[in-house]
């Protein structure tokens, strides 16, 4: 197997998260492996009305840990957010900006659904008062493209810079297309990943009407079962993941700490309905294909794969006939943990944090656990890492996101 | 005096609420845009901020040909204070 000259690999040196279960890396990472659950009865609003009452909801986030008050009064929350992980991120891999021609950093940052908070207060005063009560800030807030915007704005980044959007897959995508970046020579170092903030009542009340949600409002800890037969809907997060990417030659250049490299990136599309996800998974199977052939890895060198696992019963079905349908007898020795069994489902950052987890799964040789698996499902058949954390060798994980659209993408990460 | 005392006051709460600037930066003279780190999204921002505190001085709301007049701390008190006194 030959490997792709420097130039042309690409490896992560820098992980940021905000989630429900941790407001940084480590905590995040240590909470993964402890089984610990983000999930809670919601308070951001009044529930009372709603079927779903519960969330990964984050408490006592401060956005001016990341941005002077006057620029987090102008930004939504998933921009605060956004920029929380991207700071984390970057001092992570001590990148100076200052050192860095500006034409080569980019930025791929999306969000599923953008500022939801902002769009909802200011319809309101649209009805409530007219027109002229409209904020300034409302276009600016809303767009989900501002949250790469407003990092590229900190730190002087000029080069590729745009959002993808795919719902609860835009964050993979974002990473994805960061490696294409970088792997084209567009780019010497990309910061990627996804942010969602849609913890609010008009986001909700759509999910809740879907009936895409759990109901399981007495018992919000084991709301999220992915795999579990008594699993009844996902349970929203919300937070960010944010991963500094560069070129193996620019990372050894200025001596930085690799973390693990990114070999590979598949994206497909089901084309077959607008929310439930392929039967047979023939559109996951595409993007896992794809990104396998992007890497230049055989199926059975994955170890590990960071599941879609949303705990709904279609999602966690397919999913896993997918990996059955792709991986045949490796399925049986490949280990898939769904991560949204404690943060909850952060739809377009999922990819982020997930692929966060992935890097550092690698790094630690520990596997996270999906917990409040008790009850099997004979439709979910595969080595879930029930309710505790494995020690494992890894080499090769994967992270796989699917998003409403029938849009999927897989990542791979491995060791260097 | 004491009342065009109190419309100062608030709105130099305002200009620092919105624009995270310090109070002794606020002076009659001080520009939103070039003294105060304004930008133009921020004075629409300001001059709603400003109908919503002194609607009941100003008796509705500021015309936008009065609103592009306003471009100093000392406009604005100014301002509301004729209206008021109107």
Redesign the interface.
Known sequence: MSELPDNQRVVVTGLGAVTPIGMDVDSFFNGLLEGKNGISHVDAFDTEKFTCKIGGQIRDFDPTVAM???EA??NDRFVQFTMAAAKEAVAHSGIDFEKEDPDRVGVFVGSGIGGMDTMEKNAQKLLESGP??V???LI?ALISNMASGVIAIEYGAMGPNFSIVSACATGAHAIGEALKTLRLGEADVMICGGSEASITPLAFAGFCSMKAMSTNNDDPKGASRPFDAGRDGFVMGEGAGILVLETLEHAKARGADIICEIAGYGASCDANHITAPHPEGKGLISAMKRALNSAKINSDQIDYINAHGTSTPYNDKFETAAVRGLYGDHANKLMMSSTKSMTGHLLGAAGGIESVACAKMLQAGKVAPTINLSTPDPDCDLDYVPNEAREAKLSVTMSNSLGFGGQNASLIFKTL | MADEKTIEQRVSEIIVN???VNEEQITPGASFLDDL?ADS?DT??LI?AFEEEFKDEING?IPESDAEKLQTVGDVIKYINEKAGA
């Open positions: 002077d008050p006057k009064r102008r002229r009560k904020s300034p800030f600016p | 919105q624009l995270n780190g999204l629409v921002e709603m709301e």
